[in-house]
């Protein structure tokens, strides 16, 4: 398995674990570009969202679902944005599914 995200998800590939189910797993970003920037991934490879079909749309709004949990117990009251880069326009550039949780500061719009 080449993905970075499933070597991740499985622990070959160390992270800061921020949540993780049966489902999903999420971490801290890398590179945060927001006091608090935490990826929530599925833990089954899915490339993107483009990928998704019906049978994935209860996952997808386990992703959501959780993103908001995270949120919640980051103490983001004030507010914060999830986002899901999709493809080479959308400005992905890791091919496994993941929403970004971004909060901490206020977030400009629209985004580049
Ligand atoms: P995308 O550009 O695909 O929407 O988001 C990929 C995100 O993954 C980027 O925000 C990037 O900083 C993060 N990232 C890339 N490689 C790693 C890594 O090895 N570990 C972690 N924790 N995040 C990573
Ligand atoms: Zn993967």
Redesign the pocket.
Known sequence: MSC?FCK?IEGT?P?SAVYQDEHCYA?????PQAPVHV?VAPRRHLASLAHSDEADRALLGHLLWAAAQIAAQKGLAKGYRVAI?TGEDG????DHL?V?LLGGRPLAWPPG
């Open positions: 970075l991740i590939i992270s971490f801290a970003d890398i590179h990826l880069n400005g992905q550039t890791v993941h970004h």
